[in-house]
């Protein structure tokens, strides 16, 4: 059906952009009084910007619920948010504006569960079966691993 070298490599790539749309849920946590003093913030302040991606997330999972009931959809979906959360990535760490981040917290949130939500099914989809649990299991391990990776990056481009 499909070749097997091609759907391991995909779901390498897979694995790697579930452990990277999770580094920013490390990168806040190691800078904490950069990005205080940066927003002029203080920490009940800095622990809502922590916690509007869960508010994000809870919003994409509605969104996302329908975008996959549409299976047209879905690759231009995965393709947009994967470069959604991107900029608003790149955005968050341009400004300097406590309320403009509190959005793209938000907007990350929602961009990081159409992903998150996806890439098992795929994995259910795809693998043989006797590799089922094992990809699963590296997608769970995926966000614990770009948390540490983030807060791992960050403290050592803070330390530099």
């Not at 922590?50 to 996959?68: D, E, M, P, Q, R």
């Not at 509190?102 to 996806?118: D, E, S």
């Not at 590799?131 to 807060?151: D, R």
Request: charge should be negative.
């Amino acid at each position: 059906m499909y070749d097997s070298k091609i759907i391991n490599f995909t779901f390498f790539i897979i694995f790697m952009s579930n452990i990277l749309i999770n580094v920013d849920h490390g990168s806040l946590p190691a800078c904490v009084q950069d990005i205080q003093t940066d927003l002029g913030i203080h920490d009940f302040q800095f622990g809502i910007l922590g916690s509007l991606v869960y508010a994000g997330i809870t919003i994409g999972s509605a969104i996302s619920s329908w975008i996959f009931q549409n299976s047209v959809f879905i690759k231009p979906s995965l393709y947009l948010s994967l470069l959604l959360n991107a900029i608003s990535l790149i955005l968050f760490t341009a400004t300097n504006y406590f309320y403009v981040d509190a959005i793209l917290r938000v907007l990350i949130g929602i961009f990081q569960v159409i992903i998150t939500i996806y890439n098992p099914v795929w994995a259910d989809i795809f693998a043989k079966e006797n590799l089922k649990s094992i990809w699963l299991t590296f997608l769970i391990l995926g966000s614990p691993l770009g948390l540490v990776l983030g807060f791992a990056l960050t403290s050592i481009m803070k330390s530099v």
